[in-house]
Protein backbone atom coordinates (compact mmCIF):
# COMPACT_ATOMS: atom_id res chain seq x y z
CA UNK A 1 0.00 0.00 0.00
CA UNK A 2 2.90 2.55 0.91
CA UNK A 3 4.54 1.98 -2.62
CA UNK A 4 1.02 2.63 -4.12
CA UNK A 5 0.95 5.75 -2.50
CA UNK A 6 4.19 6.76 -3.06
CA UNK A 7 3.91 5.97 -6.97
CA UNK A 8 0.47 7.70 -7.29
CA UNK A 9 1.97 10.49 -5.68
CA UNK A 10 4.45 10.84 -7.52
CA UNK A 11 2.51 10.80 -11.04
CA UNK A 12 0.17 12.84 -9.04
CA UNK A 13 2.58 15.92 -8.42
CA UNK A 14 4.28 15.15 -12.30
CA UNK A 15 1.06 15.22 -13.79
CA UNK A 16 -0.09 18.28 -11.25
CA UNK A 17 3.12 20.33 -12.06
CA UNK A 18 2.95 19.71 -16.19
CA UNK A 19 -0.25 20.90 -16.11
CA UNK A 20 0.55 24.43 -13.58
CA UNK A 21 4.30 25.25 -15.12
CA UNK A 22 3.12 27.52 -18.30
CA UNK A 23 1.27 29.38 -16.50
CA UNK A 24 3.55 30.12 -13.74
CA UNK A 25 7.01 29.93 -14.85
CA UNK A 26 6.68 33.82 -15.21
CA UNK A 27 6.05 34.70 -11.83
CA UNK A 28 9.22 36.85 -10.77
CA UNK A 29 11.24 35.97 -7.76
CA UNK A 30 10.04 36.60 -4.28
CA UNK A 31 11.78 39.76 -2.53
CA UNK A 32 14.76 39.15 -1.58
CA UNK A 33 15.61 37.81 1.61
CA UNK A 34 14.92 34.61 3.65
CA UNK A 35 11.25 34.19 4.10
CA UNK A 36 12.35 33.37 7.79
CA UNK A 37 13.71 37.19 7.90
CA UNK A 38 10.78 38.48 6.05
CA UNK A 39 8.37 37.04 8.81
CA UNK A 40 10.47 38.76 11.09
CA UNK A 41 10.02 41.82 9.70
CA UNK A 42 6.11 41.66 10.27
CA UNK A 43 6.48 40.12 13.32
CA UNK A 44 8.74 43.10 14.42
CA UNK A 45 6.12 44.86 13.29
CA UNK A 46 2.77 43.32 15.26
CA UNK A 47 4.64 43.62 18.11
CA UNK A 48 5.38 47.56 17.52
CA UNK A 49 2.03 48.38 17.44
CA UNK A 50 0.47 46.28 20.75
CA UNK A 51 3.65 47.99 22.25
CA UNK A 52 2.34 51.28 21.50
CA UNK A 53 -1.56 50.63 22.13
CA UNK A 54 0.16 49.12 25.60
CA UNK A 55 1.37 52.83 25.61
CA UNK A 56 -1.80 54.73 24.47
CA UNK A 57 -3.59 52.81 26.98
CA UNK A 58 -1.55 53.30 30.40
CA UNK A 59 -1.42 57.04 29.66
CA UNK A 60 2.49 56.65 28.52
CA UNK A 61 2.06 59.21 25.62
CA UNK A 62 -0.19 61.67 24.03
CA UNK A 63 -2.94 60.89 21.29
CA UNK A 64 -1.07 62.72 19.03
CA UNK A 65 2.70 60.84 19.29
CA UNK A 66 0.42 57.51 19.03
CA UNK A 67 -1.17 58.06 15.91
CA UNK A 68 1.96 59.23 14.23
CA UNK A 69 3.77 56.03 15.40
CA UNK A 70 0.80 54.03 14.50
CA UNK A 71 1.01 55.90 10.84
CA UNK A 72 4.80 54.95 10.59
CA UNK A 73 4.42 51.24 11.39
CA UNK A 74 1.68 51.22 8.78
CA UNK A 75 3.92 52.76 5.87
CA UNK A 76 6.64 50.15 7.27
CA UNK A 77 4.01 46.93 6.26
CA UNK A 78 3.30 48.28 3.41
CA UNK A 79 6.92 48.52 2.33
CA UNK A 80 7.65 44.88 3.50
CA UNK A 81 4.45 43.29 1.90
CA UNK A 82 3.14 45.91 -0.45
CA UNK A 83 5.88 45.36 -3.25
CA UNK A 84 3.85 42.36 -4.94
CA UNK A 85 5.67 41.73 -8.21
CA UNK A 86 3.65 43.07 -11.36
CA UNK A 87 2.91 39.66 -12.69
CA UNK A 88 0.82 38.83 -10.46
CA UNK A 89 -1.23 41.82 -11.00
CA UNK A 90 -1.12 42.11 -14.28
CA UNK A 91 -1.40 38.29 -14.77
CA UNK A 92 -3.91 37.71 -12.89
CA UNK A 93 -6.67 35.30 -15.43
CA UNK A 94 -3.10 32.76 -15.15
CA UNK A 95 -3.08 33.09 -11.85
CA UNK A 96 -6.70 32.15 -11.29
CA UNK A 97 -6.42 29.42 -13.77
CA UNK A 98 -3.46 27.63 -12.27
CA UNK A 99 -5.36 28.24 -8.93
CA UNK A 100 -8.43 26.47 -10.30
CA UNK A 101 -6.30 23.93 -11.28
CA UNK A 102 -4.20 23.26 -8.21
CA UNK A 103 -7.32 23.03 -6.19
CA UNK A 104 -9.83 21.07 -8.79
CA UNK A 105 -7.47 18.59 -10.81
CA UNK A 106 -6.83 17.26 -6.69
CA UNK A 107 -11.11 17.38 -5.86
CA UNK A 108 -11.63 16.04 -9.33
CA UNK A 109 -8.91 12.91 -8.73
CA UNK A 110 -9.61 12.03 -5.38
CA UNK A 111 -13.46 11.97 -6.30
CA UNK A 112 -13.01 9.47 -9.03
CA UNK A 113 -10.44 6.98 -7.07
CA UNK A 114 -13.22 7.33 -3.90
CA UNK A 115 -16.45 6.74 -6.03
CA UNK A 116 -14.52 4.27 -8.23
CA UNK A 117 -11.77 2.61 -6.09
CA UNK A 118 -11.09 1.13 -2.86
CA UNK A 119 -10.50 4.29 -0.69
CA UNK A 120 -10.73 1.81 2.04
CA UNK A 121 -6.89 0.21 1.54
CA UNK A 122 -5.28 3.77 2.03
CA UNK A 123 -7.45 5.39 4.40
CA UNK A 124 -5.61 4.84 8.10
CA UNK A 125 -7.54 3.49 10.75
CA UNK A 126 -7.83 4.53 14.56
CA UNK A 127 -6.33 8.20 13.50
CA UNK A 128 -8.12 11.70 13.34
CA UNK A 129 -6.46 14.27 12.47
CA UNK A 130 -7.17 16.93 15.14
CA UNK A 131 -8.31 20.66 14.31
CA UNK A 132 -5.52 23.14 13.85
CA UNK A 133 -4.42 25.04 16.33
CA UNK A 134 -5.59 28.86 16.22
CA UNK A 135 -2.32 31.25 15.35
CA UNK A 136 -0.25 27.79 15.10
CA UNK A 137 1.63 29.42 12.53
CA UNK A 138 2.76 32.63 14.71
CA UNK A 139 5.73 33.22 16.36
CA UNK A 140 6.70 32.78 19.71
CA UNK A 141 8.72 34.65 21.90
CA UNK A 142 11.44 32.00 21.72
CA UNK A 143 11.30 31.78 18.02
CA UNK A 144 11.46 35.43 17.49
CA UNK A 145 14.70 35.75 19.73
CA UNK A 146 16.40 32.94 18.73
CA UNK A 147 15.83 34.76 14.89
CA UNK A 148 16.98 37.85 16.42
CA UNK A 149 20.17 36.23 17.88
CA UNK A 150 20.61 34.52 14.39
CA UNK A 151 20.89 37.81 12.86
CA UNK A 152 23.12 39.15 15.73
CA UNK A 153 25.32 36.30 14.57
CA UNK A 154 25.49 36.65 10.79
CA UNK A 155 26.08 41.04 11.28
CA UNK A 156 29.50 39.74 13.37
CA UNK A 157 30.26 38.15 10.29
CA UNK A 158 29.09 41.31 8.09
CA UNK A 159 29.20 43.80 10.23
CA UNK A 160 28.85 46.70 7.47
CA UNK A 161 25.42 45.73 6.70
CA UNK A 162 23.49 49.15 7.54
CA UNK A 163 19.80 47.70 6.68
CA UNK A 164 20.79 44.54 9.14
CA UNK A 165 22.00 46.60 11.93
CA UNK A 166 18.64 48.83 11.20
CA UNK A 167 16.37 45.59 11.83
CA UNK A 168 18.17 44.23 14.49
CA UNK A 169 17.63 47.14 16.54
CA UNK A 170 14.04 47.32 15.53
CA UNK A 171 14.02 43.77 17.11
CA UNK A 172 15.52 44.39 19.88
CA UNK A 173 13.42 47.36 20.43
CA UNK A 174 10.22 44.94 20.14
CA UNK A 175 11.96 42.49 22.98
CA UNK A 176 12.03 45.60 25.24
CA UNK A 177 15.83 45.50 25.27
CA UNK A 178 16.23 49.08 24.90
CA UNK A 179 20.30 49.43 25.52
CA UNK A 180 21.00 46.79 22.92
CA UNK A 181 18.78 48.33 20.47
CA UNK A 182 20.28 51.82 20.64
CA UNK A 183 23.55 50.37 20.32
CA UNK A 184 22.23 48.54 17.19
CA UNK A 185 20.72 51.60 15.84
CA UNK A 186 24.02 53.88 16.91
CA UNK A 187 25.83 51.30 14.40
CA UNK A 188 23.25 51.51 11.80
CA UNK A 189 23.49 54.88 11.23
CA UNK A 190 27.14 55.53 10.90
CA UNK A 191 26.48 53.17 7.96
CA UNK A 192 23.58 54.11 5.97
CA UNK A 193 23.03 57.58 4.42
CA UNK A 194 21.86 60.38 6.67
CA UNK A 195 17.62 59.67 7.01
CA UNK A 196 15.90 61.74 9.19
CA UNK A 197 13.08 59.03 10.03
CA UNK A 198 15.86 56.73 10.85
CA UNK A 199 17.28 59.50 13.51
CA UNK A 200 13.61 60.08 14.94
CA UNK A 201 13.51 56.43 15.63
CA UNK A 202 16.93 56.61 17.33
CA UNK A 203 16.11 59.29 19.39
CA UNK A 204 12.36 56.91 20.37
CA UNK A 205 14.41 54.36 21.18
CA UNK A 206 17.39 56.43 23.59
CA UNK A 207 14.05 57.87 25.20
CA UNK A 208 12.58 54.49 25.96
CA UNK A 209 16.47 52.98 27.21
CA UNK A 210 16.45 56.31 29.86
CA UNK A 211 13.09 55.85 31.05
CA UNK A 212 10.87 57.57 28.69
CA UNK A 213 12.63 61.12 28.59
CA UNK A 214 13.45 62.79 25.56
CA UNK A 215 15.92 65.61 27.34
CA UNK A 216 19.54 65.29 26.52
CA UNK A 217 20.56 62.61 24.01
CA UNK A 218 17.03 62.55 22.31
CA UNK A 219 16.75 66.29 22.01
CA UNK A 220 20.13 66.00 19.95
CA UNK A 221 19.16 63.34 17.85
CA UNK A 222 15.40 65.11 17.23
CA UNK A 223 17.38 68.41 16.28
CA UNK A 224 19.72 66.00 13.77
CA UNK A 225 16.78 64.59 12.17
CA UNK A 226 14.91 68.21 11.77
CA UNK A 227 18.82 69.25 9.93
CA UNK A 228 18.31 66.30 7.60
CA UNK A 229 14.27 66.96 6.66
CA UNK A 230 12.56 70.14 8.69
CA UNK A 231 9.22 68.57 7.65
CA UNK A 232 9.64 65.13 9.29
CA UNK A 233 6.67 64.74 10.90
CA UNK A 234 7.86 62.12 13.97
CA UNK A 235 11.07 64.62 14.41
CA UNK A 236 8.40 67.48 14.38
CA UNK A 237 6.11 65.51 17.24
CA UNK A 238 9.01 64.43 19.38
CA UNK A 239 10.03 68.31 19.55
CA UNK A 240 6.55 70.05 20.29
CA UNK A 241 6.66 67.03 22.57
CA UNK A 242 10.20 68.31 24.39
CA UNK A 243 9.18 71.68 24.55
CA UNK A 244 5.59 70.94 26.13
CA UNK A 245 7.42 68.03 28.69
CA UNK A 246 9.41 71.55 29.52
CA UNK A 247 5.87 73.51 29.66
CA UNK A 248 7.42 75.54 26.74
CA UNK A 249 3.54 75.21 25.24
CA UNK A 250 3.98 78.09 22.63
CA UNK A 251 6.94 76.29 21.50
CA UNK A 252 4.90 72.83 21.24
CA UNK A 253 1.98 74.39 19.31
CA UNK A 254 3.89 75.91 17.09
CA UNK A 255 5.63 72.50 16.32
CA UNK A 256 2.25 71.04 15.73
CA UNK A 257 1.29 72.89 13.66
CA UNK A 258 4.16 72.53 11.14
CA UNK A 259 2.71 68.51 11.88
CA UNK A 260 -0.95 69.39 11.60
CA UNK A 261 0.29 71.43 7.89
CA UNK A 262 1.32 67.54 6.80
CA UNK A 263 -1.02 65.79 7.44
CA UNK A 264 -4.21 65.26 5.55
CA UNK A 265 -7.05 67.20 7.17
CA UNK A 266 -8.98 64.44 7.45
CA UNK A 267 -6.65 61.86 9.28
CA UNK A 268 -7.26 60.65 12.87
CA UNK A 269 -3.56 61.91 12.89
CA UNK A 270 -4.31 65.10 12.29
CA UNK A 271 -7.39 64.88 14.67
CA UNK A 272 -5.03 63.42 17.64
CA UNK A 273 -2.49 66.41 16.89
CA UNK A 274 -5.64 68.81 17.00
CA UNK A 275 -6.42 67.44 20.08
CA UNK A 276 -2.48 67.89 21.41
CA UNK A 277 -2.66 71.75 20.30
CA UNK A 278 -5.59 72.15 22.42
CA UNK A 279 -4.47 71.09 25.17
CA UNK A 280 -1.09 72.70 25.11
CA UNK A 281 -3.26 76.36 24.32
CA UNK A 282 -5.63 75.20 27.54
CA UNK A 283 -2.06 75.36 29.51
CA UNK A 284 -1.01 78.17 27.87
CA UNK A 285 -3.52 80.11 28.58
CA UNK A 286 -4.39 79.10 32.27
CA UNK A 287 -0.30 79.76 32.67
CA UNK A 288 -0.83 83.60 31.33
CA UNK A 289 -4.26 83.88 33.46
CA UNK A 290 -2.40 83.47 36.75
CA UNK A 291 0.47 85.85 35.94
CA UNK A 292 -2.69 88.58 35.04
CA UNK A 293 -4.30 87.44 38.24
CA UNK A 294 -0.92 87.85 40.39
CA UNK A 295 -0.46 91.68 38.84
CA UNK A 296 -3.12 93.69 40.52
CA UNK A 297 -1.77 92.12 44.00
CA UNK A 298 1.63 93.14 43.32
CA UNK A 299 0.79 96.65 41.58
CA UNK A 300 -1.35 97.30 45.06
CA UNK A 301 2.08 97.18 46.89
CA UNK A 302 5.47 97.37 44.65
CA UNK A 303 7.26 94.34 45.14
CA UNK A 304 10.77 95.08 46.61
CA UNK A 305 13.57 94.70 43.73
CA UNK A 306 14.97 91.15 43.59
CA UNK A 307 17.41 90.71 41.14
CA UNK A 308 19.02 87.72 42.81
CA UNK A 309 18.85 84.51 45.14
CA UNK A 310 22.21 83.07 46.68
CA UNK A 311 22.57 80.30 49.42
CA UNK A 312 23.50 76.75 49.80
CA UNK A 313 21.20 73.22 49.69
CA UNK A 314 21.77 70.47 52.62
CA UNK A 315 20.79 67.11 52.81
CA UNK A 316 19.62 66.16 56.05
CA UNK A 317 22.39 63.50 57.45
CA UNK A 318 19.75 60.94 58.49
CA UNK A 319 18.17 60.61 54.78
CA UNK A 320 21.96 60.05 53.58
CA UNK A 321 21.14 56.59 52.64
CA UNK A 322 17.41 57.40 50.52
CA UNK A 323 19.24 59.13 47.83
CA UNK A 324 22.09 58.74 45.49
CA UNK A 325 24.56 60.79 44.11
CA UNK A 326 22.83 61.24 40.47
CA UNK A 327 19.57 61.62 41.46
CA UNK A 328 17.91 65.00 40.06
CA UNK A 329 18.09 68.06 42.57
CA UNK A 330 15.65 71.00 41.53
CA UNK A 331 16.07 74.61 43.60
CA UNK A 332 13.85 77.24 42.57
CA UNK A 333 11.99 80.34 43.86
CA UNK A 334 8.18 80.73 44.07
CA UNK A 335 5.89 83.78 44.94
CA UNK A 336 3.93 83.89 48.32
CA UNK A 337 0.99 85.56 47.08
CA UNK A 338 0.59 84.75 43.37
CA UNK A 339 0.78 81.39 41.17
CA UNK A 340 2.65 78.43 42.16
CA UNK A 341 4.71 78.48 39.03
CA UNK A 342 8.59 79.15 40.01
CA UNK A 343 9.97 82.24 38.69
CA UNK A 344 12.94 81.23 38.79
CA UNK A 345 14.73 77.51 38.69
CA UNK A 346 18.11 75.44 38.52
CA UNK A 347 18.66 71.78 37.88
CA UNK A 348 21.75 70.17 39.54
CA UNK A 349 23.12 66.51 40.93
CA UNK A 350 22.45 65.15 44.95
CA UNK A 351 26.46 64.56 44.44
CA UNK A 352 26.73 68.52 44.23
CA UNK A 353 25.71 68.74 47.84
CA UNK A 354 25.53 70.40 49.65
CA UNK A 355 25.20 73.19 46.54
CA UNK A 356 26.03 77.24 46.51
CA UNK A 357 23.31 78.42 44.40
CA UNK A 358 22.45 81.79 42.52
CA UNK A 359 18.86 82.11 41.58
CA UNK A 360 18.30 85.41 38.72
CA UNK A 361 15.63 86.30 36.31
CA UNK A 362 17.89 84.93 33.56
CA UNK A 363 16.61 80.92 35.22
CA UNK A 364 12.87 82.27 34.71
CA UNK A 365 10.01 80.29 32.91
CA UNK A 366 8.37 82.75 31.81
CA UNK A 367 9.31 86.08 30.43
CA UNK A 368 6.71 87.69 32.53
CA UNK A 369 6.59 86.16 35.28
CA UNK A 370 10.42 86.62 36.80
CA UNK A 371 12.35 87.20 40.30
CA UNK A 372 12.33 90.77 39.63
CA UNK A 373 8.66 91.18 39.48
CA UNK A 374 7.24 89.34 42.63
CA UNK A 375 7.56 90.62 46.19
CA UNK A 376 7.69 87.97 48.71
CA UNK A 377 9.24 84.66 47.79
CA UNK A 378 9.76 81.34 49.38
CA UNK A 379 13.34 79.40 48.31
CA UNK A 380 12.90 75.72 47.78
CA UNK A 381 14.93 72.74 47.26
CA UNK A 382 13.76 68.97 45.53
CA UNK A 383 15.29 65.97 45.16
CA UNK A 384 13.12 64.00 41.90
CA UNK A 385 13.83 60.69 41.99
CA UNK A 386 11.36 60.44 38.35
CA UNK A 387 13.88 63.72 36.90
CA UNK A 388 10.47 65.52 37.14
CA UNK A 389 10.00 69.24 37.82
CA UNK A 390 6.75 68.47 38.78
CA UNK A 391 6.55 67.64 42.49
CA UNK A 392 5.75 63.67 42.99
CA UNK A 393 5.15 61.80 45.84
CA UNK A 394 7.88 60.04 47.53
CA UNK A 395 10.23 63.16 46.45
CA UNK A 396 12.28 64.43 49.14
CA UNK A 397 12.09 68.60 49.90
CA UNK A 398 13.35 71.72 51.71
CA UNK A 399 11.65 75.05 51.90
CA UNK A 400 12.85 78.40 53.38
CA UNK A 401 10.78 80.68 55.05
CA UNK A 402 9.37 83.94 53.26
CA UNK A 403 12.14 86.26 51.82
CA UNK A 404 11.77 89.65 51.21
CA UNK A 405 13.86 91.72 49.23
CA UNK A 406 17.29 90.74 47.92
CA UNK A 407 18.78 87.54 49.99
CA UNK A 408 22.01 86.12 50.78
CA UNK A 409 22.99 82.86 52.14
CA UNK A 410 20.09 81.52 52.24
CA UNK A 411 20.31 77.55 54.15
CA UNK A 412 17.79 75.43 53.00
CA UNK A 413 17.99 71.73 54.23
CA UNK A 414 16.10 69.12 52.55
CA UNK A 415 14.78 67.10 55.50
CA UNK A 416 10.67 66.01 54.12
CA UNK A 417 8.97 63.61 52.01
CA UNK A 418 6.49 65.07 49.72
CA UNK A 419 2.97 63.40 50.08
Excluded: C
Excluded at 234 to 260: C, H, N, P
Amino acid sequence: MNVFLLVGGLVFVGVLAALLYPLLKRQPEAQPGTPELRELNLQVLREQLAELDKDLAEGRISEAAFQQSREELERRTLDYVGDAPQAVVSGQRKLGLALALAIGFPLMVGGLYWTLGTPDSVVPTKKTAGPAKEGEHALSQQQITAMVERLALRLQENPNDGAGWLMLARSYAVLGRYPESSAAFGRALSLLPPDAQHYADYADIVAMSQGKKLFGEPEKLVRRALEIDPRNVKALALSGTIAFDRQEYGMAIREWQKVQALLPEDSAAAAGIAGSIRDAENRLAISSKQVSDASPATAKQPPAAIASISGVVELDAKLRNDVKAGDTLFVFARAVNGPKMPVAMMRAKVGDMPLRFTLDDSMAMSPQFRLSTVGTVVVGARISKSGDALARSGDLEGLSAPISGSAKDVRITIGSLVQ
